[in-house]
């Protein structure tokens, strides 16, 4: 490199570099202005402190409203019913076989005995 192109790169990086400097000036804490009286903010902040956390999620949501169902609950009770008689209660769509709904109603010994068999482990006789 001949000295005339080390000169032009030196003058060019001088201006970038003075073209990015530049200062901010602090203007220091800048005392704070509010139309309302510290009565009202006092106020508004007892309300807030006992209001419920409108960004809380999952656990920390509080208590869910109870939610009101239109079905029947015996119609719930028998799909129920079908679903855990079927050959996979996790199944979707075409996989999920055919369900067989029982016509006479369950007697409340065999439903007893079925539950105690699935508690232990013992294979449901379907």
């Known amino acids: 490199m001949n000295t005339a192109t080390k000169i032009f790169t030196a ?3 001088a201006i970038l570099a003075a073209g990015g ?17 510290r009565a009202d903010i006092g106020a508004q ?48 769509g075409a996989s999920a076989g055919v369900v067989s709904i029982q016509a006479s109603p369950l007697d409340r010994a065999s439903v007893r005995n079925e539950a105690r068999a699935a508690s232990r482990g013992d294979a449901l006789a379907l």
């Open 11 to 13: 003058a060019a990086l």
């Open 21 to 37: 400097a530049q200062a901010e000036t602090y203007q220091g804490v800048q005392a704070p202005v509010s139309a309302n009286s």
């Open 45 to 92: 902040a007892a309300i807030a402190a006992r209001s419920g956390n409108p960004y809380a999620e999952g656990a920390n949501a509080g208590v869910a409203r109870a939610v009101v169902s239109v079905a029947d609950r015996s119609a719930v009770r028998s799909e129920a019913v079908a679903a855990a008689r079927s050959a996979n209660p996790y199944s979707e």
